[in-house]
């Protein structure tokens, strides 16, 4: 069979064929042919026949050549599949829409379930952003040939499960505060830190029960407004309540948590609660699994007394139920995946919560919500009974009132999950005895001088700073990792057509669509030039740690590609834009991102008790009882979820 190669641009021909990756595509565009794959070959197989293809209009047969650069790859057209008349191409009689001639192609992959308005869409998020991450991943690490160089951080650990070195489980020693007092009302309470509650609770001042009614009362209370709650876990948090008091009658101290509320984001699995990825698709899922970081929790003593939004299929503050706000603000919606946890920290529902980050779900709703929030080094804590969206990007971290109280949840939820292959047994010191005035921290453009200026005061070495990159595609090589690896995880409900049911269009399900037609050869670059950047930010990593925004974009995707660690830091509040002539008390919150290398953890941790051991952003009531005449928000009396 007669076949042209079609080569650079010809009059008419949407097409720019692309550099050859050794096969090219045979497609049938016509007359309902198979796909095949051919050898490929520098010059036309039948020369004579090698006109440039004309065509005042160009035909969808000619459009499709520019859809097909998804696969980027030089493409073999049969000539039998055109009619040609007087050295023009014309359309063969049984010529179908472009949806239908695409439809040919995504047969190849096994992925021609997709509608035609969807297999368009995603033939022009393919061009518009698939391609230029291919060919910007392809110069940074592929242009030679031979993988000498470069290799894909995507590595097989044989040494996994062997003994681990001694001390690396020794558990961190935290200061006791002393003359702690119950204050007079449950509102003072509520925002007290896990410290002081735990001191209440050891000095028979309140009871654990008391506390989980307390909180319970108030997730009630301000769900109706902020929309943050899935599951309210009554039986089992008074159960758990009344265990962690007659522990201690006994004797028996379980540590800083024994005894203190909590919540769980819900992607989180708890036997007998729904687990529902704040989904529509999964609102009834009931999965019977012990998730490793409730099994930690549950063995501190900590008692869970609700379930907290997620983000549907854990991206952004939009759920089945509704969207969740932000108590600093609630005309504002709370931003990234984590919603519930950082909400109802941040309103004093709960005194901590644990949420995820795969690309910013940690660092943005703690930003908006005005709490501390640590973004743990990769692989510190276990995610057994978690909703996976990439095993190499997934990271659970604490939202709490301080530094100092990250610092005792880490403790309690960090080492090796024998079931989940990549957490480690990561040897932290202990941040309460890091001695900050032997410490070199660098600060970015974008720091909050007034961090700087507070750590310089006590002793560390400030200096300006930069990391060093060559990589381009950061942002890319992070979009290209996350969306294949969620479409593997949410490949049937995909085929299914379920994404159609998903709550906000314009994420997931756009993504994942384009994500079907990542060729496996340029994700595989992606994880290559990732290695890369991995290396280069290592090599110039020249500080212990550095000050800089922790929801800039760049920062995000760079600091997840990696498994940095940062803590999301309050550090001031402004007024919110148009603000009413009578006043509010309503805010926008500021923060900053302390960063260290990976595995350092206990730096960024030490140096953020630091700052607020001086500083009292952290203490700060948002003021979620606020509410002006002409303030929009939801009836709390017509919400139906949770029951």
């Not at 595509?25 to 090698?50: E, I, K, M, R, W």
Request: net charge neutral; charged share 20%.
């Amino acid at each position: 069979m007669a076949t042209l190669l079609l080569r650079g641009k010809c009059p008419g021909v949407t097409a720019l064929v692309l550099p050859r990756v050794g096969l090219c595509l045979s497609l049938f565009l016509c007359c309902g042919g198979a796909a095949s794959v051919a050898p490929h070959y520098d010059q036309f197989q039948n020369p004579s026949t090698a006109h440039c293809l004309t065509s005042s209009t160009p035909s969808p047969s000619h459009r499709i050549l520019a859809a097909l650069t998804s696969f980027d790859m030089k493409v073999r057209i049969p000539i039998d599949t055109f009619c040609l008349k007087e050295n023009k191409m014309s359309q063969c009689p049984q010529q179908n829409s472009e949806a239908s001639l695409l439809r040919h192609a995504f047969k190849i992959l096994d992925a021609d379930f997709f509608t035609d308005n969807k297999i368009l869409e995603i033939a022009k998020g393919a061009e518009e952003f698939s391609i230029p991450i291919i060919r910007a991943n392809r110069k940074s690490v592929a242009s030679v040939d031979g993988g000498l160089k470069n290799p894909s951080c995507l590595v097989f650990d044989p040494n996994r499960g062997s003994e681990q070195p001694d001390g690396i489980k020794r558990r961190f020693t935290h200061p006791v505060p002393s003359g702690v007092q119950r204050p007079g009302s449950d509102e003072d309470i509520a925002f007290m830190s896990v410290l002081e509650l735990g001191e209440l609770i050891r000095t028979r001042q309140i009871t654990s029960e008391e506390l989980t009614r307390l909180f319970l009362e108030r997730l009630r209370r301000y769900n109706g407004i902020l929309e943050a709650v899935v599951s309210y876990t009554d039986e089992l948090a008074y159960a758990q309540a009344k265990r962690a008091d007659e522990l201690l009658a006994h004797g028996v101290d379980l540590g800083p948590l024994h005894g203190i509320p909590y919540g769980l984001k819900d992607i989180i699995a708890v036997p007998e609660y729904h687990t529902t990825w704040g989904s529509m698709s999964f609102k009834d899922q009931v999965l019977n699994i012990d998730a490793w970081v409730y099994q930690r929790l549950k063995s501190a003593g900590a008692v869970l007394v609700a379930k907290l939004v997620s983000g549907s299929l854990a991206y952004d503050d939009i759920w089945f139920g509704g969207r969740t706000r932000n108590p600093w603000n609630i005309e504002e919606f709370s931003t990234g995946s984590s919603a519930g946890p950082a909400a109802c920290t941040s309103a004093g529902m709960v005194p901590f919560a644990i949420g995820s980050e795969t690309a910013g779900s940690i660092t943005y709703p703690a930003a908006r919500c005005g709490v501390t929030a640590l973004r743990p080094t990769f692989g510190t804590v276990g995610r057994t009974g978690v909703m996976s969206i990439s095993e190499s990007l997934d990271k659970l971290g604490p939202f709490c009132r301080s530094a100092a109280d990250c610092t005792i949840i880490l403790d309690a939820i960090r080492g090796r999950d024998p079931d989940d292959p990549s957490s480690r047994d990561i040897p932290l010191d202990n941040p309460f005895a890091v001695d900050i005035t032997k410490l070199t921290v660098g600060y970015l453009d974008d720091a909050e001088m007034e961090v700087v200026q507070v750590l310089s005061s006590k002793g560390v070495t400030m200096v300006p700073f930069r990391l060093n990159y060559t990589v381009d595609s950061v942002q890319g090589i992070l979009n290209f990792t996350m969306d294949v690896d969620m479409l593997a995880h949410f490949d049937e409900w995909q085929r299914l057509g379920k994404d159609d049911q998903y709550e906000a269009q314009e994420q997931w399900p756009v993504e994942l669509r384009r994500a079907r037609v990542v060729p496996a050869v340029d994700y595989v670059q992606a994880q290559r030039a990732r290695g890369k950047l991995i290396r280069e930010v290592r090599e110039s990593f020249n500080v212990d740690a550095f000050i800089g925004n922790a929801t800039d974009w760049e920062k995000v995707c760079l600091g997840n590609l990696v498994g940095m660690p940062v803590i999301v830091v309050p550090t001031g509040y402004a007024n919110i834009s148009a603000s009413p002539p009578s006043g509010t008390r309503r805010r926008t919150t500021i923060t900053t991102g302390i960063y260290a290398p990976p595995q350092k953890d206990h730096i960024a941790l030490a140096l953020a008790i630091a700052y607020q051991s001086v500083t009292d952003h952290h203490k700060q009531r948002p003021p979620i009882n606020d509410l002006g005449p002409n303030d929009w928000t939801p009836n709390a009396q017509s919400k139906r979820y949770p029951p």
